[in-house]
């Protein structure tokens, strides 16, 4: 039958994981994503430090120091810079992945660390506040680019059963580059003041290492049969001495298939927008939004003012902080080792609803710590609550749903139009939680709490299980409208008679004929 040899061909290209991908996923996150975290938190620990070199720089300038409400200000732009970088940097990898392939992409952007890591490594011996906030804004660009680049190439070159797992690699390095900015701050390292242009500059070495290493492994398969139609390099790339990147006639099979299906060309976000993929396009734009808006980005970016109001000692702040990067590890590969057992789904829920409850505790933890000094230990377990459930699903399920819920002519564009709102939406929680703060105190976590169980929401009614499954799958399940029956474990026979409506489908005089 049919149905008999589908299956026989799907179990022959499945693949182990093998020490070359295994490489690659680790080579490309330690470079890149790591980075992204590491710049998240990095400002954190020395903040004290940057807000009085700004003061005494302006002191020599003009003879007045700032006042406060202009430091914060200041300060405020360092920190949310860096996503007016990374937006940018998500607005070009669609130009720049189909010009230089995914791999040729992380290579070559590896300069603007270095430009970076220049500026605000100089940037006090200069007396230049500017410097520093270039910098911040170049490591953004970058930032912006691999977050989309990272995940679009280890979705490509890994098979369908380990999608899910290489997908959260870079989860795992982004939760360790918070973790290492976090260690690096406390005082017994690079957290003395006259440490902190190098506590900045570190993100270099990484980089360094990543140029050095991956041009030897290769491109993705993907790409080179499906834009450049080079069969030969997709089963054995002649610029790498690494193990093939296909190993089974059905993954070309596949991929050939979808080249046929796919436009000629890459497609513009404009084009993809009018194209009939409104749902897959509406779910990128909620569930990366929901990822920024969730409260993660202001618990990362001002951990040390939380537990300050929380009423946790001053000299024991950074040590606490240091702790949470451990559990932001720990729930990051919970995630990446149970995401092939329990699909893309119950990890963002679970993880965007239990970051709503912890939203919600927040608030009242701090509403009632004045009266209830237990409640300082509660809103800690609560910021805790709210990183685990982040690493857990999140953090890295996004990016891997934007690659798996379109072709490849879609791919570009669908993570041009997921990257900036992911960006526009960091920028605006690290511009405006401060004055979010100062004028509605605890409960500016309420705003959080509702976006996230909104997210989780929509996530349980839209978004199909896509575990296991091949692109062409996927793409057939939104067209069809075939993931209410997948996900809910209605499906009655191997296949339904549908019509399409509007691109999507319904069922044909709404009975089932069977196939």
Known sequence: PESQKSFMSSKKSTRLL???????????????????????????????????????????????????????????????????GGLLGSLIVGMLVTRFGRKGTVIKTTMLVFVAGSLMGFGRICRSPEMVIIGRFITGIHSGISLSVVPMYLGEIAPKSLRGFLGLVPCIFISTGVFLAQILGLHELLGKEEFWPLFLAVVVIPTFIQ???????????????????????????????????VTSQAEIEE????????????????????????????????INIGMQLSSI??????????????????PEIPYTTAGTGIIEIVAALVGCFTIEKLGRRPLMIGGFAMMGVCSVG????????????????????????????FCIGPAGVPFLITAELFKQSHRPAAYIIGGSLNWVSNFTVGFIFPFMQMSAGAYS??????????????????????????????????????????????????????????????LEKTSLDFD
């Open 255 to 286: 991929m050939q298939e979808e080249q046929r299906l796919s436009t000629l060309e890459t497609l513009s976000v404009w084009r993809l927008v009018r194209d009939d993929t409104v749902w897959q396009v509406l779910s990128v734009v909620v």
């Open 18 to 84: 093998t020490a070359s991908l295994l490489a690659v996923a680790f080579l490309t996150s330690f470079g890149s994503s790591m980075l992204y975290g590491y710049n998240l938190a990095v400002v954190n620990s020395p903040a004290g430090y940057i807000k009085d070199f700004y003061n005494k720089t302006m002191i020599n300038r003009t003879g007045a120091a700032l006042n406060e409400e202009t430091l914060t200000l200041m300060y405020s732009l360092t920190v949310s810079v860096f996503a007016i």
């Open 445 to 506: 976590y309420l705003v959080f709490a509702t976006v996230c169980f909104s997210v989780a929401i929509y996530v349980y009614f839209i978004i199909p299980e896509t575990k296991n499954k091949t692109f062409m799958e996927i793409s057939q399940m939104f067209s069809r409208k075939q993931p209410i029956l997948d996900t809910q474990g209605l499906i009655l026979g191997d296949q339904l008679q549908l019509k399409k409506m509007n691109g999507y489908g319904g």
């Open 211 to 245: 140029l050095i290493l991956l041009p030897w492994f290769p491109e993705s398969p993907r790409y080179l049969l499906i834009e450049k139609d080079n069969v030969h390099a997709t089963i054995t790339d002649p610029e790498a001495g690494t193990e093939p990147t």
């Open 362 to 389: 927040i608030t009242v933890a701090f509403s009632l710590q004045a009266q209830l000094s237990f409640m300082r230990y509660i809103s800690v377990c609560c910021v805790i609550g709210i990183i685990a459930g």
């Open 297 to 314: 980005d202001a618990i990362w970016f001002y951990t040390n003012d939380i537990f300050e109001n929380a009423g946790i000692p001053r």
